[in-house]
C-alpha cells in the first residue's frame, strides 16, 4: 500500500506588498532585498485573516476540485507555526468549517519544515490506523508574527496556505517513497538562529534571526538529508525529476547547488512572488509548477526544507 498525493490546492491572500512598498516604511530598497533574497513580493492577510481561515479556503478547493466528501475524510493535519489560538487547534477549526465530521485533526508544529514532517507522519498513519484519505493543510500567516519595524526579518517573510489529499493506493508505482526527519534543539540553535519567543515574552514576542547562521546551517542540513535519503533508498539525483525545498530564500539554493553540486536546473524556486511562507512554501511551489505543466504527473519528487528548531528533512514522492 502507498500514500499518493491525489490533489494539491492552494490559497494565498488578496494583498500584495511588494519591495517598493516595503520601503516607504523601512530603510531598505528593492534591490537590497531581490539580490539577497529573490523576493519581490509577499501576500499579507488581512488583520482578521487568520491561518485557519487561509487553510479553510485551500481545504475548500481541494474538495472542489476532487468532488470528495468531506465525509470520506478520516484525518486532517495541520502544518502551522502561527496558528490562531494557543488551543483549540487549526485543524479544529478546518474540520468544522468543511464539515469532516468522522476526522480526526491536529496541528503538526515543525516551523518551515513542517509540511515534510506531516508526509512522514500521514505516511505512517495511513498505514498504521488503515486509513483511506487524509487532508494536509499547511498554512501559515508569518506576517503577523514579524517585527514590521526590523528591516533584517520583516522583509523575508509572506502568508499563505497549501492543501493536499493524500489517499491509500494499491498502485505501487507512485506515492511517497520515503521520508527523512531530523532535530538538533542544542542551545544555541533552539534560542538564537531562529525562534519566536511566544509565551516566554508575555506573547508578544517577534520573530529574530541570525541570518547568516540559518544560511549556513540550510545549505548543510538539507544538503546531509538529501544525500541521506538518496543513499538509503538505492537513488541518486540523477532519478530526482525535481528538487523542490523550501522557499526561504533564492541565494540558499543557488548557494547549495553551487557548493554541492546540486544541478541547479531541477530546482524549483518560487521565491520571488511569495517570499518565505514556511510550511506553506513547499505546497505552493509544487501546485504554481504543476499548473504551469512543468512538474508532471510521474514526476519523482524531492521535497527538502530545514526551519526553526533546528528541524530539518526530505522526502522523495512519485506523483
Ligand atoms: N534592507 C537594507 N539593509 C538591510 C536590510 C534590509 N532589509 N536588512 C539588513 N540590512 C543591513 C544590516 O543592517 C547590515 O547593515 P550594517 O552592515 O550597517 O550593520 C547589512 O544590511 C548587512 O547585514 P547582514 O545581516 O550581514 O546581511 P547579509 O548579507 O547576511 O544578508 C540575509 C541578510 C538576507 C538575511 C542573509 O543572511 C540570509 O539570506 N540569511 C538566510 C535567512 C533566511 O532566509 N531566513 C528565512 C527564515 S529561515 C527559514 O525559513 C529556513
Known amino acids: 500500500m502507498k500514500t499518493i498525493i491525489s490533489d494539491i490546492a492552494t490559497y494565498l491572500p488578496s494583498k500584495i506588498v511588494t519591495n517598493d512598498d516595503l520601503s516607504k516604511i523601512l530603510d531598505t ?172 515574552n508575555g506573547n508578544r514576542g517577534y520573530t529574530t534571526m541570525a541570518g547568516r547562521a540559518v544560511f549556513k546551517y540550510a545549505i548543510e542540513d538539507m544538503t546531509l538529508s538529501i544525500n541521506e535519503i538518496l543513499a538509503e533508498n538505492n537513488m541518486t539525483i540523477n532519478n530526482v525529476d525535481w528538487i523542490i525545498p523550501h522557499q526561504a530564500n533564492r541565494r540558499i539554493l543557488e548557494s547549495m547547488c553551487k557548493l554541492k553540486g546540486f544541478p541547479i536546473g531541477k530546482v524549483i524556486i518560487t521565491t520571488r512572488d511569495h517570499a518565505n511562507t514556511s510550511s506553506a512554501s513547499i505546497p505552493l511551489a509544487l501546485k504554481e509548477k504543476m499548473d504551469e505543466g512543468q512538474v508532471k504527473q510521474g514526476d519523482t519528487l524531492l521535497f527538502t526544507a530545514l526551519g526553526a528548531g533546528l528541524v530539518w528533512g526530505s522526502a522523495i514522492v512519485k506523483l
Not at 94 to 109: C, E, K, M, V, Y
Not at 176 to 200: M, P, R, V, W
Open 29 to 200: 530598497s528593492h534591490e537590497w532585498i531581490y539580490t539577497r533574497t529573490g523576493i519581490e513580493k509577499r501576500r499579507v492577510s488581512a488583520e482578521n485573516e487568520l491561518a485557519s481561515d487561509l487553510g479553510i479556503a485551500a481545504s475548500k478547493k481541494i474538495l472542489e476540485q476532487t468532488n470528495l466528501n468531506p465525509l470520506d475524510i478520516d484525518a486532517i493535519i495541520v502544518s502551522t507555526t502561527t496558528a490562531d489560538r494557543r488551543f483549540p487547534s487549526c485543524a479544529c477549526r478546518i474540520q468544522g468549517a468543511i464539515g469532516a465530521s468522522r476526522a480526526f485533526a491536529f496541528d503538526l508544529n515543525a516551523a518551515c519544515a513542517g509540511f515534510i514532517y506531516c508526509l512522514a507522519v500521514a505516511d505512517s498513519i495511513m498505514k498504521s490506523m488503515n486509513l483511506k484519505n487524509i487532508l494536509l493543510v499547511a498554512a501559515e500567516t508569518l506576517t503577523k508574527f514579524v517585527d514590521w519595524t526590523d528591516r533584517s526579518t520583516c522583509v523575508l517573510f509572506g502568508d499563505g496556505a497549501g492543501a493536499a489529499l493524500l489517499k491509500a493506493s494499491n498502485d505501487e508505482s507512485k506515492g511517497i517513497i520515503a521520508t527523512k526527519l531530523y532535530c538538533d534543539g542544542e542551545e544555541e540553535k533552539y534560542n538564537s538562529i531562529l525562534s519566536h519567543s511566544g509565551s516566554q
